[in-house]
């Protein structure tokens, strides 16, 4: 038995580095300035040279992020932009919000993700852009994703919210479409103490119209030449996301020792799926995902040895009330993906001592239970 394993743990996080984030606190405090200042501005010089690109744009959160691209990007009223079935809904409300419609594709055979020939397989002449999630923290697909909507005209906006230092064939994820947006919400990879988000890009037009409409419309203070919105990272949680960005290669690095260790030890579990990793692909594990035939049984014993599990998603987006009208008529990919999937404890606030105590429980229900 042990004392519970808890799916996420902020706390922990926080003090492994408490004195950074202590001073970055009082450096702010002490500076008097709390919006665009000195701090964002510090911090999108180093996420953009994290990723190799030219440009990040702090936003206020992953989906105004999102919603910002698409917008600056002239997506609207009678476009349509594909988006998986199987991802959180941000991705969705993103299309809403700039008044185009959502058009789904299902997850790839042995995937969680949608690949290139699913998105060209759903094509229509409204089709304006391709909005891949690079899901549980596993590229998309991302170099098809490119070369297809280079060649049919599309805009390619990467949903990299839970991919944070990701790479296909050593190219890290975001830097694939004209644009990527990321979420820092507290429990992503790279997550801040409050909400907050950005963008990336190589292209300096879509960087100014971003940095202009993430603040009213306003280049220079007082001077409207736009509609815009009020989407801006804040100085503080701009201050600890550079704390926890200069541990982000060493978090994801523990991410793939636990998850190397849970598919060595449970590549044998009878009626088990693990996640797959094509070549190519450098996962930085966002989620660690199994399926399995009887996922409620398994999360419920789980459960009573104390090991806490999530299901990401119960449902594919189609399903929710809002998206009904997209919903296919009979049973789904993703609905066949949302009925196994079982996330299992994953990250940097777990010793690999407590990943084989979950490792060994999954595996005592699966030989149970059989195939
Ligand atoms: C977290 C997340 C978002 C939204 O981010 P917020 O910062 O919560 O707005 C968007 N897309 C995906 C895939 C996410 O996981």
Same mark, same amino acid.
């Given at each position: 038995?042990?004392?519970? $394993?808890?799916?996420?743990?902020?706390?922990?996080?926080?003090?492994?580095?408490? +004195?950074?984030?202590?001073?970055?606190?009082?450096?702010?405090?002490?500076?008097? &300035?709390?919006?665009?200042?000195?701090?964002?501005?510090?911090?999108?010089?180093?996420?953009?040279?994290?990723?190799? &690109?030219?440009?990040?744009?702090?936003?206020?959160?992953? !989906?105004?992020?999102?919603?910002?691209?698409?917008?600056?990007?002239?997506?609207?009223?009678?476009?349509?932009?594909?988006?998986?079935?199987? +991802?959180?809904?941000?991705?969705?409300?993103?299309?809403?919000?700039?008044?185009?419609?959502?058009?789904?594709?299902?997850?790839?055979?042995?995937?969680?993700?949608?690949?290139?020939?699913?998105?060209?397989?759903?094509? +229509?002449?409204?089709?304006?852009?391709?909005?891949?999630?690079?899901?549980?923290?596993?590229?998309?697909?991302?170099?098809?994703?490119?070369?297809?909507?280079? =060649?049919?005209?599309?805009?390619?906006?990467?949903?990299? /919210?839970?991919? *944070?230092?990701?790479?296909?064939?050593?190219?890290?994820?975001?830097?694939?479409?004209?644009?990527?947006?990321?979420?820092?919400?507290?429990?992503?990879?790279?997550?801040?103490?409050?909400?907050?988000?950005?963008?990336?890009?190589?292209?300096?037009?879509?960087?100014?119209?971003?940095?202009?409409?993430?603040?009213?419309? =306003?280049?220079?203070?007082?001077?409207?030449?736009?509609?815009?919105?009020?989407?801006?990272?804040?100085?503080?949680?701009?201050?600890?996301?550079?704390?926890?960005?200069?541990?982000?290669?060493?978090?994801?690095?523990?991410?793939?020792?636990?998850?190397?260790?849970?598919?060595?030890?449970?590549?044998?579990?009878?009626?088990? =799926?693990?996640? +797959?990793?094509?070549?190519?692909?450098?996962?930085?594990?966002? !989620?660690?995902? $199994? &399926? *399995?035939?009887?996922?409620?049984?398994?999360?419920?014993?789980?459960?009573?040895?104390?090991?806490?599990?999530? $299901?990401?998603?119960?449902?594919?987006?189609? &399903?929710?009330?809002?998206?009904?009208?997209?919903?296919?008529?009979?049973?789904?990919?993703?609905?066949?993906?949302?009925?196994?999937?079982?996330?299992?404890?994953?990250?940097?606030?777990?010793?690999?001592?407590? $990943?084989?105590?979950?490792?060994?429980?999954? /595996?005592?229900?699966?030989?149970?239970?059989?195939?």
């Amino acid at each position: 038995m042990n004392d519970g $394993i808890k799916f996420l743990d902020l706390q922990a996080i926080y003090r492994q580095d408490q +004195t950074a984030y202590d001073a970055a606190y009082r450096r702010v405090m002490d500076s008097g &300035r709390w919006i665009l200042g000195p701090e964002l501005e510090a911090f999108e010089a180093e996420f953009a040279a994290y990723g190799g &690109r030219r440009h990040a744009i702090g936003v206020g959160n992953g !989906l105004d992020a999102l919603a910002l691209a698409l917008q600056v990007a002239g997506i609207g009223p009678g476009d349509e932009v594909i988006v998986p079935a199987h +991802t959180f809904i941000a991705t969705w409300l993103a299309v809403r919000q700039c008044g185009a419609a959502p058009r789904a594709v299902e997850p790839a055979a042995g995937s969680y993700n949608i690949d290139a020939a699913g998105v060209a397989a759903a094509l +229509t002449p409204a089709t304006r852009a391709v909005m891949p999630v690079h899901l549980y923290g596993a590229p998309a697909d991302p170099a098809a994703m490119q070369a297809l909507c280079e =060649s049919k005209g599309l805009l390619l906006l990467e949903d990299a /919210a839970q991919a *944070h230092g990701a790479r296909h064939h050593g190219v890290p994820v975001g830097g694939f479409g004209r644009m990527a947006a990321y979420s820092f919400y507290p429990g992503k990879n790279l997550g801040a103490f409050g909400d907050a988000g950005a963008l990336v890009t190589d292209d300096d037009a879509l960087a100014s119209a971003l940095r202009t409409r993430r603040n009213y419309g =306003s280049a220079v203070r007082y001077q409207h030449d736009s509609e815009g919105v009020n989407s801006r990272l804040d100085e503080l949680q701009a201050a600890f996301l550079r704390v926890r960005l200069a541990r982000l290669d060493e978090h994801n690095a523990q991410r793939r020792m636990q998850a190397a260790r849970y598919a060595a030890l449970l590549v044998d579990a009878p009626g088990l =799926s693990l996640p +797959t990793v094509p070549a190519g692909d450098e996962p930085v594990w966002h !989620l660690f995902v $199994i &399926r *399995h035939a009887q996922r409620d049984a398994l999360q419920a014993v789980l459960k009573d040895q104390g090991i806490e599990t999530l $299901i990401h998603y119960p449902k594919p987006v189609y &399903r929710f009330p809002p998206f009904a009208a997209h919903a296919p008529a009979g049973r789904s990919a993703g609905d066949a993906v949302c009925d196994e999937c079982l996330s299992l404890p994953i990250g940097p606030h777990l010793t690999l001592d407590q $990943i084989d105590q979950v490792a060994d429980a999954v /595996a005592a229900f699966c030989k149970g239970r059989g195939a």
